[in-house]
Structures are given as C-alpha cells and as structure tokens.
C-alpha cells in the first residue's frame, strides 16, 4: 500500500519531445538556406548580371607617306584599336567606322567590321586611314606639331548567359599630335568618355 501510494503522488517524468526539437533545426535550416540562396542570386544579379559599355581604345598608329605643304596635307595611317569587353558575356558588334579629324573636319575614314569579343577579353584591331586634305591651314607652331582627334562608334549587344541581351555602344574619341618633323603620331590623350544614348532596356529570351 505504502508503495502504491508513492508510485501515485511521484509519477514517472514523461520522456522528452524530440521531434519537436527536430523540426525546429529543420526550420533553421531551411531559412538559413533561403537566406544564403537569395545572398547569391543578388551578388550574381550585380556582378554578373551587370552591363556597362565596352571601352574602345587607340592603342598606336603609325605614318606612311607623308607629304605636306601651305594648304595640303596626305599621309596614310595605320591605327591599332583596342576594343575591352569587361562584361561577362560576350558583345556582337555592327560594322561602324573610324574617322580622323582636323579641326573639326573629317580628313581621313576606314570601315570597321562586324565581329564579336568574348567576355572579360579584348580584341585588338587595325585600320587603315587614307588622308588628302587640301584645306590644311599650315598653322603646325614652333615645334611642327598638328592637333589631331580620332573618333569611333560601335554598336552591338551584350549577350548574358545565352538569354539576356541588351544593346550597349562602344566610343573612342581620342585626341593626339602629329609630328610633322619626325613624322611620327604622339601624346595620345583619351577624355572623360562620351556619354552616349540611354542604354536600351534588358531583353530576355525564353
């Protein structure tokens, strides 16, 4: 009886939910996952994602054949453009052209081709400039120095993981001197870049 009486007032301790504690790890987990996966789909949307214009570069140019005179000017150059991808993906670009200035009139142009560089690449490029101007004004200064400007546009498109595309424009507007005594292109200068069209929107293909 007194044992019976004991067992009564000291039940036996239930044992303890673990299930409960298991389905509370699960939880964790689960938003743990969700909170890492959705950290990575950001940085992939900034990082890769991200589109910004290729840089279109005068990396050298070279003078054949130069004869000048009180109005006129012809030289043949050959120029060597750089065009830097630093998008992920690749950008297919159009045929464009490269012209050579002279106080603000055209004096020379070459065709660029269409073609494409890869992502995080460059391309590197050569162009011939056929230069006849008759209008020169002889104003070359004390050191033979002839103020020149070249200038390029190329239009294409950036495209992402096979299914994200949008249209972007390389530009070079590159200032330099010729050197008329020692025949020679120098002090090429690049300015802050030209600030093109609105970028068009992002297209996708499904």
Do not use: W
């Amino acid at each position: 009886m007194e044992e019976d009486h004991e067992s009564h007032l000291n039940p036996l301790t239930p044992p303890p939910n673990n299930h409960k504690k298991r389905s509370s790890k699960c939880l964790v987990y689960t938003l743990l996952a969700v909170v890492l996966q959705s950290i990575a789909f950001l940085i992939f949307g900034l990082v890769v994602l991200r589109i910004n214009a290729p840089s279109l570069r005068l990396s050298n140019a070279t003078v054949n054949q130069l004869n000048y005179g009180p109005t006129s000017l012809n030289m043949t150059v050959v120029a060597g453009i750089r065009l830097r991808n630093m998008n992920f993906g690749r950008f297919e670009f159009r045929g464009g052209h490269t012209i050579l200035l002279y106080e603000n009139a055209t004096i020379g142009a070459a065709s660029i081709y269409q073609g494409r560089v890869g992502g995080r690449k460059n391309k590197e490029m050569n162009v011939t400039l056929k230069v006849s101007y008759m209008n020169f004004s002889g104003d070359i200064g004390l050191l033979g120095l002839v103020k020149l400007r070249s200038f390029a546009k190329l239009r294409g498109e950036v495209r992402v993981v096979k299914i994200i595309n949008r249209g972007t424009t390389a530009v070079m507007n590159c200032t330099m001197d010729l050197n008329l005594t020692s025949q020679v292109i120098q002090d090429f200068f690049l300015p802050s870049p030209l600030v093109s069209s609105p970028p068009s929107p992002l297209r996708i293909h499904v």
